[in-house]
């Protein structure tokens, strides 16, 4: 298109170039260029609105070129603009590149005057319509273009319809119409100063710049703030004029809009909604009840039939389900605007993949059409989506899906209830490790405290429920077992429900639909498995979840954390026993109680997994992680001492009485006696002898263990490298589960990771146990288990002694969580809590990146290492198990710096893989996260 070129016609403009004509004006040209009815016009250009915005004059040219335009139509169409006989009148319609619905202005029927309103009576032979078209464009441009506001009209109206006993609009007859008309022009003059401007060509001028001035009025400005539309996605808006046809000729007229399919469902059957004998805004305006597409094939089958080819001509072209706005007149079809349809994500699992077998788009057009992240809404649980109740309060949306449940407000409530068959929503003011078995029992997780990366919320999202954090709304009352929202309170047993999606809170039971995997998604999925390069693994710390993984595709496990089977109930006693054992011994016998219960939770997971990997990691988290906090030790122990100084003095309260007083002794001497006996049952059930020495002791280990930077601290390989019982109890468990498959001719493939590498003499030294403890398998059980041995990379030195560490490893794992906290040297919970909003305000990071991985600085510490490591070892297999390795545009910056596999939480893992297939396809080097 020649450059400075402002007025396309809808036979010559790019239908491609949406910056230049606007949404609305590309599709117009498009669909006049392919041969649909579109009535004939033209596009002024964004180009045309800005240079008029910054000088408040149309540019040079652009009004001639108008005129040129108009006389063009008038040949085109046999009407005359203003004509007596045969009126031309136009719509003056805006759109810009971006979708902004009813944020701009549009005006119909301009060119409306007190002549060609008599030659629209002539050419109708309706002189009711022609009146109605009249007063309702002076109203229209009145408003839109010389800012007069609807009252004085709408009174006017009021006052018509009393006078004639009219209960509607529809109600009123031509003359009556015609009066109220003339009124409306009264109302301009007297507004405005002037007549109502009766030269269509002014009328034309006056409506273009208001159209334009409308891309700055408040609404549209604050619609662009609201979503986020930056200039160079839309700047100006085009205005489009539009010949008009009118769909309130007769009985064989009418308007509607539809989609080419179900925007809900997907399914392939025109949708949407029409009026016989109706202008365009009255299907929005909601005056009159619109009807069905579907009743169009009994009512006017014609008309149905020219909607059907519509539909073929538009998808068939478009490739994609279209949003469209049609008039009838006189049995004519027109399109008036078509534009990409927006659907949900059923609707569009399910039209990408008929559209494929249609034959209208490739399996790769399938697959690129849908925004892996709209998956979310498919596989969790959501409330029905006719419910409209009230929220009670809202927090953070955690961990997507919707759940109901009675409120309990510990850990130990939640799996004694959640056993018994209760549905329960554990509610707390935040959550700690060694909540999880709540977690376990529990249909969702709602806290007081804490953002989006707090415990509840990253546990919630591994495990696939629904979680609202931060909620700090609902003030929880733990001993008194209530809570408070407002003016409300909530017992332990209510029943609430929670949207992790959106972060409300509801009181009672919503109703919820749950996830089904339709056979469509099932398809699209194997479809994108063929394409992807990547593969997808799921993060799963027991057997459940490893089968649930598994059905959602996932490939093998990529990170299977130990730590989580530790803190079940029935093993953390033992856990404890042995990190507050004073010697080795002590040690070493919890270590044996661990052992079988261990080895049966990897071969359970094995057993879920039988032919996929399973990587093992050995033990992270830092042992006081499995202890109470000080704090709650302290309180424990001057409550415990507090109760032995009372029964103390129960005790003592008869010999001190018979000193002081023995007539009063003597008196009450049996009561006392019973006193006395019912403390001491008292003690032996509630105050065993050494029970303030256990905790005392448990309260000099935890403070001995405490930490300055726990996040840097005696954790992860360190561990192993202190305590190399613990470390080999756990490869002895992996080996032996496998040995023990094997022998049930369970296909295995464990895989052991080692966390928090630094150097490779750390690695060595574990490699060493592996191989000892293996050759020990191998000669007790007889048989030869296959296994991997690789290292975790979250440690920048590691990944830069990648090139050495793969001599010993067979595989890398990438945990970008400490990976991205190291390379920013970022304390995640101190970043989030304290200065990263700010630094997401200021600009100074684009992102959170503990959410969004930093392409270009952790992404880089990756592409080294991935280098060095695959330069000593071909064949390297590297992977990520971060919460990054779910993330769509994460997951594009893994495929394009050659990674084996991602590994994310089981619900996320088909939108891993839908992901994996896209960045193979797409190719495409992924915008980073962080200047
Ligand atoms: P919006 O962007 O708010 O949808 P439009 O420019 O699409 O505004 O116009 C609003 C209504 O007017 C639509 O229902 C459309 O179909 C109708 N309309 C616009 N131009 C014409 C025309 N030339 N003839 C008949 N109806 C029209
Ligand atoms: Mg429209
Ligand atoms: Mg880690």
Redesign the pocket.
Known sequence: MAKGKMIYTFEEGDGKNKMLLGG?GANLCEMTQIGLNV?PGFVITTEACLAFLENNRLPDGVWEDVKKQMAALEKKTGKGFGSADNPLL??V???SAMSM??MMD?I?NLGLNETSLQGLIKQTGNERFAWDAYRRFIQLFAKIALNIPDEPFDEKMKEVKTAYHARQDVDLKADQLKELAEAFLAIVHRHSGKPFPQDPFEQLDIAIKAVFRSWNGKRAVDYRKQFKITPDQASGTAV?I??????NMGNDSG?G?GFTRNPGTGENLIYGEYLVNA???D??AGIRTPKPIAEMAQEMPEIYDQLIQLHNRLESHYKEVQDF?F?IEKGILYC??TRNGKMNARGMVRSSVEMCNEGFITKEQALLRIHPSILEQLLVPQLAPNFKGNSLAQGLPASPGAASGHIVFDADTAEARGRSGEKIILVREETKPEDIHGFFHARGILTSRGGKTSHAAVVARGMGKACVSGCEAIHIDDFARKATIGDMTLHEGDVITIDGGTGHVYAGEVPTVEPEVSEELTTLLTWADQAARLEVRANADTPGDAVKARAFGAKGIGLCRTERMFNSTDRLPIVQEMILAETLEERQAALDRLLPIQRNDFKGIFKAMKGLPVTVRLLDPPMHEFLPTAAQLEMEITHLRHLRDTIKGIEELPETLKLLNPGLYQKYADGLGRLNDAMTTFKESHLEEDVIVKKEKTLRKVRSLAEVNPMLGHRGVRLGITFPEIYSMQIQAVLEAAALCAKEGIEVYPEIMVPQVATVEELMRIHSYVKRIHKIVVLTHGIDVQYKFGSMLEVVRACMRAGRMAEDAEFFSFGTNDLTQATFSFSREDAENKFLPAYNETGILQDNPFEVLDIKGVGEVMKIAVERGRATRPDLKIGICGEHGGHPESIAFCHEIGLNYVSCSGPRVPIARLAAAQAQLKGVTAKGANA
């Open positions: 609305k009535p136009v719509s319609r805006s759109g619905p009813g549009t119909l489009n539009v010949t008009m046809v009118f769909g308007t809009v202008q365009g805004e299907v929005v706005e008039t008036l605007q």
